[in-house]
C-alpha cells in the first residue's frame, strides 16, 4: 500500500505535491516498524520487507522534494526541515543507545 504509492508518485506525480513532513514521518515509521518486524520472535520478514521497500521509497520521495524546492529557491523551508530531521536523529539515537 504506503510502498506502491510512493512508487507510483514518484513517477506519475509532480515534485511540488509532496509533504516534507508528512515524508519525515513515514521514514521514522517504516523504519521503526521494519526493525521491530526484524526482531520480534518469530520474525515478520514480509512486513519487514514491506517498510524497508517504503524507506526507500520516501526517501526518494524526500530527495525529489528537496531538489524540487532547492531548485525553485525554498532554500529557508529545506533548511527548517533538515534541522528538523537532525533533532529527531539525535533524539532517536539517544533513545536507542539508551535502551
Request: charged residues 15%; negative net charge; contains cysteine.
Amino acid at each position: 500500500g504506503m510502498s506502491g504509492a510512493a512508487i507510483y508518485d514518484a513517477l506519475e506525480s509532480s515534485p511540488e505535491l509532496i509533504s516534507l513532513n508528512m515524508t519525515g514521518v513515514l521514514l521514522v515509521y517504516s523504519s521503526l516498524f521494519a526493525r521491530w518486524a526484524f526482531v520480534v520472535k518469530p520474525q515478520n520478514l514480509l512486513l519487514a520487507g514491506c517498510h524497508v521497500t517504503n524507506v526507500a521509497a520516501q526517501g526518494n520521495q524526500l530527495r525529489r522534494a528537496v531538489e524540487y524546492k532547492k531548485e525553485n529557491g525554498k532554500d529557508e523551508e529545506v533548511n527548517d526541515i533538515l534541522v528538523k530531521a537532525g533533532a529527531t536523529a539525535a533524539a532517536g539515537t539517544a533513545c536507542l543507545l539508551a535502551g
